[in-house]
């Protein structure tokens, strides 16, 4: 019985010591959770830290939109400048191409050779290399017979070097072209240019005539390479081109 009774009084102390137990418990409970909602609002999951989140993809996203505008915008305008100066250099180099075209053309020109009569108003009669008793020695040059006064014409672009009556070759016009050669113009019966002055290919030069040693009016012309022997003109004139 003393053990029991000891027994039973253990119990009632429990017994009675379980509501402020309890009461604690609770209180605990409460303090805990409330700590647990802090937690929940620090941890991220509110909805103002999810905007917050948002705002801030968003600003990345903005970010990177304006880095590539800003990237494609620089690749454009490089290749715009590149664009352009090629474009300047291929029209300077358009331009250079021309310039030397032209003058290449002026070239051309300026070493053309033309007959010194019109053509249909000649007919040749004595040849380079020819003898005869009509000379001291044999043909030096190629006689484009015509009619007196009829035009005589540069053969080419040259510079006149002499205009004057030169014994058996009569009226004689010496022209000196760019490299040396000679063009005699002789048996002249008029002179149209004076020497130091420039012509061009096809250039009126003076007029047919029967001065000097000849047997009726024509042109004895005479090529003669950097003022020497004379050459068959004949071959030099077929040489640029030219049907005596």
Not at 172 to 200: M, N
Request: proline residues 4%; contains cysteine; aromatic residues 4%.
């Amino acid at each position: 019985m003393g053990v029991s009774a000891l027994a039973l009084a253990a119990v009632g102390a429990l017994s009675a010591s379980s509501p402020a137990a309890s009461s604690a418990q609770l209180t605990a409970g409460h303090v805990g959770g409330s700590a647990t909602g802090h937690a929940s609002a620090f941890s991220g999951t509110s909805d103002v830290a999810s905007a917050s989140v948002l705002a801030d993809r968003r600003e990345q996203a903005v970010s990177r939109d304006s880095q590539r505008d800003a990237l494609r915008d620089a690749a454009d305008q490089k290749l715009q400048a590149v664009a352009e100066k090629q474009a300047k250099e291929r029209n300077a180099a358009l331009a250079q191409l021309a310039a030397s075209a032209e003058k290449q053309a002026g070239l051309i020109a300026r070493n053309s050779w033309q007959l010194p009569v019109t053509r249909g108003a000649y007919h040749l009669t004595s040849r380079f290399g020819q003898c005869s008793g009509l000379w001291s020695h044999c043909h030096t040059g190629l006689d484009f017979a015509a009619p007196s006064g009829t035009p005589i014409h540069a053969i080419a672009g040259g510079t006149i070097s002499e205009t004057a009556s030169a014994g058996a070759y009569g009226n004689r016009t010496i022209e000196t072209l760019a490299d040396g050669t000679e063009l005699w113009y002789c048996h002249q019966t008029s002179f149209s240019v004076h020497p130091g002055q420039k012509v061009r290919a096809g250039q009126l030069i003076g007029s047919v005539g029967a001065t000097g040693n000849t047997t009726g009016p024509h042109v004895h012309v005479e090529v003669r390479p950097g003022a020497g022997d004379p050459v068959d003109p004949d071959a030099a004139m077929r040489a640029h081109g030219l049907k005596p």
